[in-house]
Every structure is written in structure tokens, then in C-alpha cells.
């Protein structure tokens, strides 16, 4: 089945798009300001993808890819990093809207901090093990950055509404790392990880998700700021 990489990734989006033309959310507004985020994003991920890749940290079943290669990536990965965070993004937005996530703002803080310690504490402790330190040890340093640095308020949010997209994760992910296939889309090397998945998705996988959906929304709540980022609604004749 040559093309159930890009199914997954059309799967993943397709509702969210859809949904994005509803008249209570209208997300369709901003999707060039995802657009822009999802791009400056996808540059760092995508040369971090390529090198793994590279290296033989993980790779592709051309049994399940269309052929096409970018980078030395298949088409449809290159797409993950639009599809996936589209939806992400979408989640997040829809959920801010209707429920208050918000958290005390020192809770959040003290949260981040023991959140990225531990992060910092195993990413040092399995230094040997690449995909596993530059996991924990990115995902420690960006939330530390966004949250004392770049001063955001929404960390929490993020956090609530992750452990909900986690759901959808474990579908998704499950499907690309094997779940129920008879081999995996994606292949990983499980000498440069902790060896522990969750039915068949490397534990590492959840932590690198959590920092490509921070870094989105980062930029996407950034971006939205730009009026020329926007798609104003059209006034109907003869309103002012």
C-alpha cells in the first residue's frame, strides 16, 4: 500500500480543515498565519529529520510511501510537518475559544520548571542515546525559553490541551510505527532510544510532538498579531 503514509497525513487534516469554514470558528482566517509558522518551523525539523535519517536513527518503508523524495525525505514526510500541526494548532484554537484551560500563573511556572528539570535530568542520564537526549533536552530548553524568556502565558494551555491531542497521537503515531501493520511505516534504530514504546511508538516520539506543537503555536499566535497575516471577513453590501 504505497500511498498509506499520505492517507494518514490527508486523514489527519481533513476534518480540521473542513471545520475550519464553521461560523463559530472561521479558523480559515488564520490559516495564513499558520502557514507562515508552519514553515519557519518545519526548516529546523526537517533538517533534524534528514540528518536522523542520514545517520540511520530512523528511516522510511518504501512499502508504504509514494517514492517522491525531498531531502532524502518521502513526500509525505515533509508533509507531516503541515498536516500534523495543522490539526494541532486547529485543536487548540477551537478548545481556547469555548474552555477557559488557563492556568494560575504560578502553577504554570513552577510546573515548567520541574517539567524541564526532569527533562534536563534524563536527557544528561541517556546522553548516549541520540534520539532520546536531543528530545528531552530540546523540549526542557524551549519551554524554559517561551516561558521565562519569551514570557509566554499560555504554557499551561498547551500542556492541557496536548494531553488531549495525545488521543489522536497514539492513532496516528501508532499506525505509522506498526500498530497493526506487518511492518512499520517508519523504522527506528532502538539502540539511539530507550527501547520503551507505547504499543508500538517510541516513548520519545510524545516529547518531540509536544516541542513541534509549542514552536507552532508560538509562531502561529505570533503571526496571527499581523493584520496582512489574516483573512478579513468580507463586509456584505451596504453595512458599514
Known amino acids: 500500500m504505497n500511498y498509506l503514509y499520505l492517507l494518514v497525513d490527508f486523514l489527519t487534516i481533513s476534518i480540521p480543515l473542513l471545520y475550519s469554514f464553521h461560523r463559530k470558528i472561521e479558523f480559515y482566517r488564520y ?8 514553515l519557519v518551523v518545519s526548516i ?21 510511501v509514494s517514492g517522491i523524495y525531498l531531502m532524502n525525505l518521502p513526500v509525505e514526510e515533509v508533509l507531516f510537518f503541515f498536516c500534523i500541526p495543522f490539526s494541532c494548532v486547529f485543536t487548540y484554537f477551537c478548545l481556547d475559544r469555548f474552555l477557559d484551560l488557563s492556568w494560575k500563573p504560578g502553577i504554570e ?6 517539567f524541564s528539570f526532569l527533562l534536563f535530568a534524563a536527557g544528561l542520564i541517556f546522553w548516549d542515546r541520540t534520539y532520546t537526549a536531543l528530545s528531552f533536552l530540546s523540549l526542557g530548553a524551549l519551554a524554559l525559553l517561551l516561558k521565562f524568556v519569551l514570557r509566554i502565558d499560555w504554557f499551561g494551555k498547551a500542556v492541557a490541551v496536548y494531553g488531549i491531542l495525545l488521543v489522536p497521537f497514539f492513532i496516528v503515531n501508532g499506525i505509522l510505527t506498526g500498530t497493526g501493520l506487518e511492518e ?24 518531540y510532538g ?17 493584520p496582512a497575516l489574516r483573512i478579513h471577513p468580507t463586509v456584505p453590501e451596504g453595512e458599514v
Open 31 to 38: 490559516w495564513p498565519a499558520f502557514l507562515a509558522a508552519a
Open 44 to 64: 529546523p525539523y526537517l533538517i533534524w529529520d534528514t540528518l536522523f535519517t542520514n545517520m540511520g536513527i530512523w528511516g522510511f518503508n518504501g512499502r508504504y
Open 109 to 114: 511556572r513552577i510546573f515548567c520548571l520541574g
Open 184 to 207: 512499520p511505516v517508519v523504522w527506528y534504530d532502538n539502540s539511539e532510544n530507550l527501547g520503551f514504546r507505547i504499543l508500538t511508538i517510541p516513548v520519545e516520539d510524545a516529547f
Open 210 to 226: 509536544f516541542g513541534l506543537f509549542l514552536l507552532n503555536l508560538y509562531f502561529f499566535k505570533s503571526f496571527s498579531e499581523i
